[in-house]
Nanobody, 121 residues
């Protein structure tokens, strides 16, 4: 299973970016997809997650500014980021909790390669 993230870049404070992450490979189902971020010198933290039936969880720091969504048919998760702040600067990683053939009882965690978001003040 591979996760390919895209959409990062440089944006001024107050601007917007949209991240995408597509999962491919031996996928039977994906229960949870999410976005994490890691700023320089800090630990990786959860930004937002979404289950296959649409339950969503956001970090307090992004509530009201970021929106997570997913297309189950395309095994793709999106993160719309509005009103960006300099403190949102980080490498953003997508994550997926995947069941694959032949052992459908097992779930494995996969990570994308990371995409850099830089917000200038």
């Amino acid at each position: 299973v591979q996760l390919q993230a895209s959409g990062g870049g440089l944006v001024q404070a107050g601007g917007s970016l949209r991240l995408s992450c597509a999962a491919s490979g031996n996928i039977f189902s994906i229960s949870v997809m999410g976005w994490y971020r890691q700023a320089p010198g800090k630990q990786r933290e959860l930004v937002a997650s979404i289950t296959s039936n649409g339950q969503i969880n956001y970090a307090d720091s992004v509530k009201g500014r970021f929106t997570i969504s997913r297309d189950n048919a395309k095994n793709t998760v999106y993160l719309q980021m509005n009103s960006l702040k300099p403190e949102d600067t980080a490498v953003y990683y997508c994550n997926a909790d995947v069941r694959s053939w032949p052992n459908l009882a097992a779930r494995s965690d996969y990570w994308g390669q990371g995409t850099l978001v830089t917000v200038s003040s």
